[in-house]
């Protein structure tokens, strides 16, 4: 009966955002993806670069089309669809082992939660996974001897579906089996115990099989079981140094702890526990269901330490209910006017929302995404409508916006010339070929604190540089005097830019009369 309100609440409170245009990885991977499913019925992409990412959102993507058609708002309907699943999920995991109130809190945090909150529209696969990951969790969680068999049979499948979304998804149910055949061992003693924990280890093996499945069917029909060589290089093989595992381990504990304002949950559930608890204090969260949460919080901080390319927050979009859900409670027993502490943490999401962060970050952590989309809607309906035959010098994603009409950008393919970014070297590469491009459009591709204000990122500079393709965009005047082009059009929106750069070229002309027989 809660699941109608939390849709219409995701719903109305993204409405404005359900037209936007495909962003980022939607644009990359994950709607080309879905779109040769919706065509041609083939689970291998054909017109992007298959990654070996398992095929369960294009399948569900592509089956909704068939029934909204194929419209931006009806894919971001589907997603607040499937987040407004989560959320239930999250209900559910937490009033199984608190109360009704904090499980309501729980689910309001999380839904405002910036990343979530930006999430919760956008069709990457990580939010299908994140909906299947907690309702397995909620499944596992729920240690009812009555209902074991049942609970086992539902967290298989939950978890199974995950794996089918994400691949990386297999780290929740892998690190719970570790976890239960530590406990079969240790109270192998106990008769049935023991059958309690074979029960669940047999369970959370079972995701590996489709999974594992899908890797084989990829390998027969790509001759790659991971993807193609570069995705795998990019996020696995190149990884494997261990300075830059530490630092990977750092910066994901401070996704986890603090950024977008997740610092103020942490730190007032740290600052309560020295508020010694009274004697009619509620129960906390279980000791066996607690450990268990920590197994998942701690696998997946390591594991997304570990795998991955970039370290993009959404990797980790179920453990934030979780974080939630264990402040909260902490919150809860220790202090009588916890709701305080509750009003205080939205305050802070709510404001991150909007407000960014004093270091750089990904655009979808928050809205600024949606301040990049409507600058690259502008700066591409501007080519379209002033220079509509030029070839456009640009890099990912224009390059898929400019390209693919079906992403919501232009109503027609243009030519493009691609460069990996705007940095000095490729800029300078650009310049090697002048004659190639006719227009150039140019872009922040990540949001930084304005050189005037406070930057908290700046000393993790060289690192970032070195480990995680951290670069500097040149200014649009920049890029024009080593073109030699004039800007003609640009645009700002709280920190993101985007210009287009027109150059006038000299064409040598002859008019040479026929051949007369």
């Not at 995705?231 to 140094?241: C, P, S």
């Not at 996704?255 to 204090?281: E, G, K, R, Y």
């Not at 997304?304 to 970039?310: D, Y």
Request: hydrophobic share 50%.
């Amino acid at each position: 009966m809660l699941y109608p309100l939390f849709f219409v609440a995701i719903y109305l409170s993204h409405y404005r955002l359900l037209r936007l245009p495909y962003f980022w990885d939607e644009a990359g991977y994950y709607i080309p993806a879905a779109w040769d499913f919706f065509r041609l019925g083939t689970l291998i992409p054909q017109t992007t670069v298959t990654n070996a990412h398992p095929p369960l959102p294009s399948v569900l993507l592509a089956a909704w089309w068939h029934l909204s058609g194929y419209v931006v708002s009806g894919t971001r309907t589907l997603v607040c669809m499937f987040a407004a699943g989560a959320l239930l999920g999250v209900y559910k995991l937490a009033r199984n082992l608190t109360s009704i109130s904090i499980a309501a809190v729980t689910v309001v945090l999380t839904a405002i939660y910036p990343i979530w909150f930006a999430q919760s529209t956008l069709a990457h696969a990580d939010i299908f996974a994140a909906a299947f990951t907690l309702w397995g969790l909620s499944f596992y969680l729920d240690r009812t001897e009555s209902h074991l068999s049942k609970n086992a049979f539902l967290a298989a499948c939950m978890f199974s579906l995950a794996a089918l979304s994400k691949e990386t998804a297999i780290v929740t149910p892998a690190a719970l089996a570790l976890w239960e055949a530590t406990l079969l061992i240790r109270n192998r003693s106990k008769t049935d115990n023991s059958s309690s924990h074979l029960s669940w280890l047999l369970a959370l093996l079972v995701p590996i099989l489709p999974l594992a499945a899908w890797y084989a069917y990829h390998y027969h029909r790509t001759g790659f079981v991971f993807g193609n060589p570069e995705f795998l290089r990019y996020n696995a093989t190149a990884n494997l140094d261990a300075y830059r595992i530490a630092l990977c381990l750092w910066h994901r504990l401070l996704h986890l702890t603090i950024h977008m304002n997740m610092f103020v949950p942490v730190v007032c559930a740290i600052a309560v526990i020295f508020i010694p608890a009274s004697a009619d204090a509620p129960e906390t969260i279980p000791k066996p269901q607690r450990k268990a949460i920590a197994v998942v919080l701690l696998a997946n901080w390591i594991a997304f330490s570990i795998l991955g390319g970039a370290l993009l927050t959404r990797y980790l979009l179920p453990m934030y209910p979780l974080i939630l859900l264990v402040c909260i409670a902490t919150w809860r027993r220790h202090l009588r006017q916890w709701w305080l502490i509750a009003a205080l943490s939205a305050a802070a999401f709510l404001a991150g929302i909007w407000i960014n962060p004093p270091y750089a970050f990904a655009p979808e952590d928050n809205l600024t995404y949606r301040d990049m989309i409507v600058l690259h809607q502008h700066a591409v309906r501007f080519i379209d409508q002033t220079y509509p035959q030029a070839t456009v010098l640009t890099a990912w994603p224009a390059t898929s916006e400019l390209n693919r009409p079906e992403l919501g950008y232009t109503n027609h393919p243009m030519k493009t010339v691609a460069i990996e970014n705007f940095a000095i070297d490729q800029i300078q590469k650009a310049a090697t070929d002048p004659g190639n491009y006719d227009v150039a459009l140019i872009f922040s591709t990540k949001w930084e604190p304005p050189a005037n204000r406070i930057n908290l990122g700046r000393h993790n500079e060289s690192a970032d540089t070195k480990y995680f393709d951290f670069h500097r965009d040149l200014a649009p005047d920049e890029v024009a005097t080593l073109l030699h082009g004039d800007i003609v059009w640009q645009a700002h929106r709280k920190g993101e830019w985007a210009a287009v750069i027109h150059f006038p070229r000299i064409v040598e002309a002859a008019l040479t009369p026929p051949d007369v027989h």
